[in-house]
C-alpha cells in the first residue's frame, strides 16, 4: 500500500492556459473522488468515479472542468482556460466502497496558482 | 448540501475537553470525521453509521442522531496533537445507495501547552 498519489505537487501557470493533474489512488480502491480546496475552507466535492464510471459531479462545477478515469485505475483532472478563481489545492482521494461503509484516503494534493 | 458545522475555531487549554457539531438539512447515512493539519491531507478518524451509534478513538468519540441529522465529535483531556481542523462529512441518500461526501467548511481547533 503506497498510498494516494498525486502529480505534480505544484503547479503554476498563466491564465488561459490548460493544465492537468494525476491521481494514483491505492490500488485495491474502486472510489476516486477529485476536491478542491482553498485556504480556511473544507474540502469542496468536485466528482467522483466508482471503478471508471463517473456517477456524479458538482453542479456548481464549469464546463472547464473535465475528469477521467480511464480504465478504472489512475484519473485525470483537467482545467481549460484557466482562470485565477481557480487557484486551490486539488486534492484526490479513494475508498473501498463496501456496502455503504467508505474510508476515504486522501493524497498530498497538487497545489495549483494561476497568475 | 453542504453541513454545517460550529464552532468555527476552538481554543483549549491541554487537558480541556471540546465538542464539535455537525448538521445537515439532509437525510443522512452517514457522518464521517476528519483531521487535518496545516500543510498536509485530510486524515480519516471515524465513520458513524445511521442507528444513532456512538464511536470512539482513544479519546476521541463521537455521536450520530439520524432523526436530527446531526453529528457530534467529542474531545476529551485534548493533547497537544489534538491540533488541527476537524471536518465532518457527510453522506445522503440517492437513487442507488449513498451519495458522494461533502464536507463542512471545518473546525480550527487550537491546543496550547
Known amino acids: 500500500d503506497t498510498g494516494v498519489s498525486q502529480d505534480p505537487r505544484h503547479k503554476i501557470t498563466k491564465r488561459g492556459q490548460n493544465v492537468t493533474f494525476r491521481c494514483d489512488p491505492i490500488?485495491?480502491?474502486?472510489?476516486l473522488y477529485w476536491y478542491r480546496q482553498t485556504l480556511g475552507q473544507g474540502p469542496e466535492f468536485l466528482t467522483y468515479?466508482?471503478?471508471?464510471?463517473?456517477?456524479?459531479k458538482s453542479r456548481l462545477l464549469s464546463d472547464r472542468f473535465s475528469a477521467e478515469r480511464p480504465k478504472g485505475s489512475f484519473s485525470t483532472l483537467e482545467i481549460q482556460r484557466t482562470e485565477q478563481g481557480d487557484s486551490a489545492m486539488y486534492l484526490c482521494?479513494?475508498?473501498?466502497?463496501?456496502?455503504?461503509?467508505?474510508?476515504?484516503?486522501f493524497g498530498s494534493g497538487t497545489q495549483l496558482s494561476v497568475l | 448540501q453542504q453541513p454545517v458545522q460550529s464552532p468555527q475555531a476552538v481554543i483549549l487549554r491541554e487537558g480541556e475537553d471540546a465538542v464539535i457539531n455537525c448538521s445537515s438539512s439532509?437525510?443522512?447515512?452517514?457522518v464521517h470525521w476528519y483531521r487535518q493539519k496545516h500543510g498536509e491531507a485530510p486524515v480519516f478518524l471515524m465513520i458513524?453509521?445511521?442507528?444513532?451509534e456512538q464511536k470512539g478513538h482513544e479519546k476521541i468519540s463521537a455521536s450520530f442522531n439520524e432523526k436530527k441529522q446531526q453529528s457530534s465529535l467529542y474531545l476529551t483531556a485534548s493533547q497537544l496533537s489534538y491540533s488541527g481542523t476537524y471536518f465532518c462529512?457527510?453522506?445522503?441518500?440517492?437513487?442507488?445507495?449513498?451519495?458522494?461526501?461533502?464536507f463542512g467548511k471545518g473546525t480550527h481547533l487550537i491546543i496550547q501547552p
Open positions: 482521494a479513494s475508498s473501498l466502497l463496501t456496502g455503504f461503509n467508505e474510508k476515504l484516503f
Open positions: 490500488s485495491e480502491h474502486n472510489r
Open positions: 468515479f466508482q471503478n471508471e464510471a463517473q456517477l456524479e
Open positions: 439532509k437525510a443522512l447515512y452517514s
Open positions: 458513524l453509521l445511521k442507528g444513532g
Open positions: 462529512g457527510t453522506e445522503g441518500y440517492s437513487g442507488g445507495g449513498a451519495d458522494g461526501l461533502t
